[in-house]
């Protein structure tokens, strides 16, 4: 063989020893690449158990701001009206106040455990109502709200957190569109809303907005209108 011929074959064998060195570190980073990725799909759902799991055992007045940061609105008292006003699943209400705190409301409500509701899973406005009746508050968020992500988790973690006993766990987080019902006062972002009992001439709602999520606030005007302060208490 001519020294020719050995050294373009001494030059094919080292390429071909160089490409299966990188073939080789290929895989490996395309093998890590992927072992990274599939633990952080595993892990992600066990991080966030965990964490819902510390939530539940925190108290609402110790997640977001104090009642005194959160801008809130005196609480507004409605004259009430809708009960047991039951409507075909459907049909489109329209509330004098916004959010709504009584009213008519379809006969199903929204299902009781679930606390906390995105856009993209919430139940009409009608069903929510008709949870009012059985002596839920609701706390209800914007669009701005919608949209900020560190508020939205604040409000989540309130949503799953310890309740006070006053609520008896009837409470629900749920975002309010526009096209829900009429502007809230300048710059409030939230606004609970609650359905106290008594007759047509005593039973009121109540709503108060605040400008910031406040797990005090709300923890607050839970214990002035408890669960069973409501038309329907047993229910639920």
Known sequence: MGKTQ????????????D?????????WIIVGVSIIVGLGIIAFPAVKLIQDSKTRNQAIPDIGVKASAASC???????????????????????????????PHYQNW???GKTFYADS?????????????????ILWYNEAVA???????????????KLPDSARGKFIAAPFKSTDGA???????????????????????????????????LAQFMDKYPATDAQEPNGG
């Not at 490409?19 to 895989?27: E, H, P």
């Not at 049909?91 to 705190?101: F, G, L, Q």
Request: with cysteine; net charge positive; charged share 30%.
């Open 19 to 27: 490409q299966a060195r990188s073939d080789k570190r290929r895989t």
């Open 73 to 103: 609105d005196a609480i507004i008292d409605d004259p009430a009206s809708g009960l047991q006003d039951h409507k075909p699943d459907g049909t489109k209400i329209t509330y004098s106040v916004s959010p709504p705190s009584s009213g």
């Open 6 to 17: 050995k050294s373009r074959r001494e030059l094919i064998e080292k390429m071909q020893r």
């Open 183 to 217: 502007a809230w006062p300048a710059g409030k972002n939230i606004a609970f809303s609650h359905w106290s009992g008594g007759d047509a001439k005593t039973a009121k709602g109540h709503r108060q907005f605040c400008a910031e999520p406040s797990g005090e606030a």
């Open 147 to 161: 949209k900020d992500s560190k508020k939205l988790e604040v409000i989540e973690r309130i949503a799953k957190a």
């Open 110 to 112: 929204a299902p009781f």
């Open 121 to 137: 899973d919430r139940p009409a406005i009608e069903n929510l109502v008709h949870n009012l009746e059985h002596g839920y508050t």
